[in-house]
């Protein structure tokens, strides 16, 4: 045992670390929060799930405004919009709940220190720069929590000097542009691609969407076409099945290569591009091979059922870490570590994490995909039921998209989800319920809904799997 006065350590303050401190301080121990940057909060607060959501409701209110209030009879002349006060309103609301967990740390007696962290051979952490730089660290249990970063593409496809987050971006630099693209070449039609797309379509940019696959990742097939056409519909231009082949700059614009698969190659021009082709683990220059901490091919933290690493005393937890790269993943994990160490029973229910794209319509899914029920082999029964269908959809001119449930064929247990619909990111906590106690189709319908309710689609997917939907 290291002489020292923690007894855990946690390097990195995304959602994943600064939760897993503030549970290991509640659980007793003397709990040190290490952060390269000053700001806590990590990717998700900083430049990830926060500062994104916020474009996307700005944006969102400026086309309600502009093309949404007309069929209630509502006019409000014409709509104008200010992008730097819509980015002050971000960066307040970044500052606000950075400021947040500035309190909690405190609240919780989690003592901080600001700097980039190293594991040496001896298991000490060593502090790369800041106040404490050069110090050496020991803590009874350390805590990773390192989190991730965009993943880039080879120099011979978007050469890194390229990437200078103006006119070739990722998701942090499409996130803090000072003015609206006249075109915006999105490189993914992921998570990312889609909601800062989204976002920057809504404000007045040409967005091309382009991807290798030929639906959208994670969707089944009917979710991804109906979700391709919503967007569709609301400007994004989408190029499926075609692979990039390069990216080219001069002053005036950016040249893009590409072939449609089955076709021959073509240029299209474009005045930005944002690169969003998934995200990598940061565990790179941390000293994790020294300290004998061992990473996957794919760079990730090789860690068991108890988040323990190949090195005693040293767990890893969320996005550096395998499994959905989500903030709520990353806080499950953080606890079920940290109640590990303190020697409770822990769970994370993997099955039951939604993932929730927050286009508009909003798109969430968990538990398996039919996609995936075909693969696993495993017999399913679908429920499906349309927004169109349900009356407080329609009130709200909010009638696109449907519910899918997916049943295990033997028992009706519910077992996946996809939604495409308004406010689906809060319906889908409604299966994950369901899905958490192992409910069934029947458990769903035999649970009153209040009416008028968007979440009546959900009880009549179930009801139509069952084979007695009384709405359609
Ligand atoms: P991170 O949040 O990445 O935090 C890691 C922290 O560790 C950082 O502060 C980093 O500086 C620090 N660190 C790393 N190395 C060191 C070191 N050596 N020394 C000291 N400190 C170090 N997820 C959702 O669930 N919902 C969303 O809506 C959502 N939106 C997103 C939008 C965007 C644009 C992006 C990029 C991501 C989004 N995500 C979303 C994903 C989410 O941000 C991540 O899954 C989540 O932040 C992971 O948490 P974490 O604690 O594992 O890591
Ligand atoms: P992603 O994994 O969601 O999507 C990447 C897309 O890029 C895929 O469709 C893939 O086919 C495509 N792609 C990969 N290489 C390509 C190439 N060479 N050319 C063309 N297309 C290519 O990754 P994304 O959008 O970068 O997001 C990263 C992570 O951040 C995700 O894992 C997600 O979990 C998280 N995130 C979550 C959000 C949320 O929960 N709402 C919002 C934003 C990000």
Redesign the pocket.
């Known amino acids: 045992m290291p002489d020292t006065p923690y007894d855990l350590a946690v390097?990195?303050?995304?959602?994943?670390?600064y939760v897993a401190a503030i549970r290991a301080s509640q659980l007793g121990m003397r709990t040190l929060l290490?952060?390269?940057?000053e700001a806590l909060g990590?990717?998700?607060l900083n430049?990830?799930?926060i500062p994104?959501?916020a474009l996307l409701h700005s944006s969102h209110l400026y086309t309600q405004t502009r093309v949404g209030l007309g069929e209630h009879g509502i006019s409000t002349g014409k709509a104008t919009f200010d992008l730097q006060t819509m980015q002050k309103h971000k960066e307040k609301t970044v500052t606000a709940l950075t400021g947040g967990i500035d309190f909690l740390t405190k609240k919780n007696r989690i003592e901080v220190i600001t700097?980039?962290?190293?594991l040496d051979k001896a298991g000490a952490i060593r502090m790369l720069d800041g106040k404490k730089k050069g110090s050496a660290i020991n803590a009874r249990s350390i805590l990773l929590?390192?989190?991730?970063k965009p993943v880039l593409l080879p120099d011979a496809i978007v050469p890194s000097a390229l990437m200078d987050e103006r006119r070739v971006l990722t998701?942090t630099g499409a996130?803090d542009l000072p003015s609206v693209p006249k075109r915006l070449c999105v490189i993914g039609a992921g998570v990312?691609g889609l909601?800062?797309g989204s976002v920057w379509a809504r404000l007045g940019s040409e967005v091309i969407v382009l991807d290798r696959l030929d639906h959208l990742a994670g969707l089944d097939e009917d979710t991804s076409k109906a979700f391709q056409k919503t967007l569709e519909a609301q400007g994004l231009v989408f190029r499926l099945a075609t692979d990039l082949l390069s990216v080219a700059a001069n002053k005036e614009e950016i040249a893009i290569k590409v072939r449609p698969h089955g076709s021959k190659e073509e240029t299209f021009r474009t005045s930005h591009a944002l690169v969003a082709v998934g995200?990598k683990p940061?565990t790179q220059n941390?000293g994790l091979e020294d300290a004998g901490v061992q990473c996957d091919a794919q760079g990730f933290v090789a860690i068991d059922e108890h988040f323990r690493t190949t090195r005693e005393g040293v767990f890893a937890?969320?996005?550096?870490v395998r499994g959905a790269?989500?903030?709520?993943?990353?806080e499950e994990e953080g606890v079920a570590a940290v109640e590990a160490l303190a020697g409770h029973r822990t769970l994370v229910d993997y099955a039951t994490i939604a993932g929730?794209i927050?286009t508009e319509p909003e798109v969430a899914t968990v538990g398996l995909s039919e996609r995936e029920a075909k693969e696993q082999g495993v017999a399913y029964k679908i429920g499906k039921f349309p927004f169109s269908a349900n009356a407080r959809a329609r009130t709200s001119g909010t009638g696109e998209g449907f519910a899918k449930l997916l049943f295990d064929e033997r028992d009706m247990r519910l077992v996946g989800a996809q939604i495409l619909g308004a406010e689906a990111g809060t319906l889908v906590q409604e299966l994950v319920a369901i899905m958490a106690y192992r409910g069934t189709a029947e458990d769903i319908v035999q649970i009153c809904h209040p009416h008028p309710t968007l979440n009546e689609v959900l009880r009549e997917a179930a009801m139509q799997g069952l084979g007695r939907a009384i709405h359609i």
């Open positions: 390097i990195g303050a995304g959602p994943g670390g290490i952060n390269k940057y990590g990717t998700c430049v990830g799930c994104s959501k700097g980039s962290a190293r929590a390192l989190g991730s998701s996130l990312i909601e800062l995200r940061a941390c937890i969320g996005d550096c790269m989500l903030a709520h993943k990353a929730v927050y």
